[in-house]
């Protein structure tokens, strides 16, 4: 197994179109990177590029000691599972499965033996002779993972191959697709924008803003210790409040609320107070009242969303808040709660740059 | 609503009876003995020559050409046929792939080129086209018969069509595993393309069955001719000499000439449809 390392990576599509603006990137053995970010910000075509899909403008990949800038997609040592599957239509399962090894001028009996071990694994052994159009979506998908297992590729690679999937099968694949990486501990790289996917697949995951690398770190490391405003708000679900704020020299204050436990911040700009939905709590010598709007049951928990009358967001409309409280929580619509929280927890921002204060 | 119902049914079965009744006159007629043909003109009803009149004209040297006989014609025919039919799907398969599949820069120019080449149907460069045949000696061959007709703008841009609405994933899973630009052609398109290429090669076989400037200008020795040709030249045969035009003879040999693009339809429709209806991909 080898791992795969991006230095200085760009790409400029013949459009003009700045897609990838300076990445790099240390993937070692073994490891599963989540590419996140929001649509169009570069996910996709920053795997191509080390799929051999896309030229590189500028930068250099390499997998294990060897450069790839100038190798051929089928000479990287990659596989990759398409959105859509991208099985061959006119195959059957063992078709589809057996061709990128057949171009390899593999024996026939090993072409057997592995399309048979890969298909027990995924368990699609009982359709090995059926054509794509006979199976369904989940079963196609596994199709397309068993097309990449055979391979025993230095690299998996994955852009978006749960999204044609139903909510209930989404997360079953996804818990098999990571069972099967921790098993065959072949370096993947993983992209999604579905926040749950990200959190749970990844060992470390890499939030894509605008072409660049906005941090990468293990999963908790981002959520608890975000470095800029685009990776609070992008990690986290529910999403991190975001309250627009100023600094008086000892409170954050917006209109008639007022946050103390804050020092050592600017007083001549914009700053933006982050509060995780989860920090937050019903505590009658808390900070701030809100006015309860909407109570959304989720089973285990309850979600909590309220307006602060005295406090204005970002586009002068009355601040909303989220809480999540648990499932005993069950306020009526327009009771008034009091939150409180641990101002430890809570992030700042300057709102200009997104760059994390504190 | 019955009422419409019966009018339409009888516009319907008019126009059925007008579009079938020609082929039904040539065909009643060419059961008669040529007698009768003089005496009475056509004929609506069979008559008791069948046998007779077929069987000379189909295996009897002399029976309808001077040497030649229908079943050497049919042959001809066939081959034409085929000949243009496959060469038209080959080479327009292969136009359409590197238009489509090729970045090279003079792609869409030449797309263009041979679309354009629609306006220039074979009758307007027929002269230049049978000089350059006749430069390279290939008059009076299969050869020269059917390679200037197979180059097809209608063929490539159908197959153009066809291949840009393939996903260009297939073709990016094609290339991770491994295919060759050949691999991926025979591997994936054709097989994709599969009832497209049919009704292509239906299509065309009729188109060049029915051929018939082309041969008749290129073929002057009579073991070349097609049936169409033949057709043409059975009238001029029949009325040499003296004798009693064989109008019975040039009547079988037109249903001849029918007989296989009918059969070839009917016996593909079904895939015919499918090919243009039905994308599967
Ligand atoms: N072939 C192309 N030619 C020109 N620009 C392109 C091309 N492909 C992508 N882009 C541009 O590059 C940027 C990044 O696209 P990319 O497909 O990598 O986004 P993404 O992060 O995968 O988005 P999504 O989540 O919607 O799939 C976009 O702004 C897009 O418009
Ligand atoms: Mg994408």
Redesign the pocket.
Known sequence: MSGVKLTGVR?T???G????RGVDMDIQSGEMIV?V????????????MVAGL?GISDGEISIGDRVINKVSPSERDVAMVF?NYALYPHMTVRGNMSYGLKNRKMPKAEIDARVEEAAKMLKIDAYLDRQPNQLSGGQRQRVAMGRAIVREPQVFLF??PLSNLDAKLRVQMRIEIKKLQRRMNVTSIY?T?DQTEAMTLADRLAV?NE?RVEQMGAPMELYTNPRTLFVASFIGAPQINLIPVQFDGTHLVNGGLSLAGFADLPRDTDLVLGVRPDTLSVDAGGQFSVRVDLVEQHGGENLIYGGVTAAKDAEGEELEICLKADKEMLPSIDDSLTLGFDPATAFVFRKDTGERLK | MTGSKIITHLILICGAIFMTLPVWVAFASSTHAPETLLREGLQIWPGGHFLETYNEVLFVEGGVMKKVTAMQMLGNSMILGVGFAVGKVVISMLAAYAIVYFRFRLAVPLFWVIFLTLLLPLEVRIIPSYKVVADLGLLDTRAGLIVPLIASATGTFFFRQFFRSVPDELLEAARLDGATAWGFFKDILVPLSKTMIAAILIIMFVVGWNQYLWPLIMTTKEENYTLVIGIKQIYQVLSEGGELPQFQKAFALTILATLPPVMVVLIFQNWFVKGLVESEK
């Open positions: 790409k599509y013949p459009n179109a700045e897609a990838i590419f970010g929001p649509s169009g910000c570069g996910k996709s075509t920053l795997l191509r896309e959105q852009d978006e992209v924008h894509i072409g």
